[in-house]
């Protein structure tokens, strides 16, 4: 059976290879590293689920996802948005989100696996009553009990895995913070200077209307100086 494909759309490589690692093996993912590019790996791929980081680049999150709703079979595509800024989404689209899920970041391995699986895994037939069977089969009674007992190496696994993963978000997430603020104290600044420029400016057309007037009384004074030499 062909493995389902899961697109990563996200500026941060880091990202890119964590989410990866963490669903390798159960789906075919895919990756780009901004809107432009996911866009078009989309359109050649037309992937069953699409991870899609909302700040990015040129085109953010929700302005891709825009573009990949025109697109004639990708109108209906599962999109998992994930952000670690979640009221800059909230800026564009208002809560609750109706054209996406949306998954905040830090998330753990498991979290990220349970979101995907609701909307690929088909509804599991139900199992047979564990408790009829291990009442018919001693020998699978005591399998159970020395399975619980020993150490669960896989669950150690995936706590690791989750514990790498929050820490690289967590490490991505203090980085995006970090400059989203830089960005708006620029913005701030350069308005502050923008604002005394402005203010220069009405000071030296001000000045400049002054000694305009100065002068016009000047060359009224030697009109007059002179029409007196004449007399």
């Not at 689920?49 to 302005?63: R, S, T």
């Not at 998954?103 to 979101?115: I, Y």
């Not at 000045?207 to 002068?215: G, K, L, R, T």
Request: no cysteine; glycine share 4%.
């Amino acid at each position: 059976m062909t493995a389902k494909k899961v697109l990563v759309i996200d500026d941060s490589i880091m990202i890119r290879k964590m989410v990866k690692s963490i669903l390798a093996g159960k789906y075919d993912v895919l990756e780009a590293s901004d809107g432009k590019s996911g866009l078009d790996a989309a359109r050649r791929a037309f992937p069953d689920l699409i991870l899609l980081d909302f700040v990015m680049p040129k085109y953010n999150g929700y302005q891709t996802l825009q573009a990949i709703r025109r697109v004639e079979g990708l109108q209906k595509v599962p999109v998992i948005m994930i952000s670690g800024l979640k009221e800059q989404v909230t800026e564009h689209v208002p809560e609750p989100f109706t054209e996406f899920d949306f998954l905040e970041k830090p998330f753990e391995a498991d979290v990220l696996v349970s979101r995907i699986q609701n909307f690929l895994t088909p509804e599991p037939a139900q199992p047979v009553s564990r408790a009829s069977s291990r009442s018919s089969d001693p020998v699978t009674v005591r399998q159970d009990h020395t399975v619980a007992e020993e150490p669960n190496l896989q669950m150690i696994l995936n706590r690791l895995t989750s514990t790498e993963t929050l820490l690289v978000q967590g490490i991505e997430n203090l980085i995006q913070r970090e400059v989203v603020a830089r960005f708006n104290d620029l913005n701030t600044r350069i308005e502050h200077q923008d604002h005394a420029i402005k203010s220069l400016n009405q000071r030296m057309e001000k000045i400049s209307e002054q000694i305009e007037h100065q002068n016009k009384g000047l060359m009224v004074i030697l009109r007059e100086l002179k029409s007196l030499q004449g007399k």
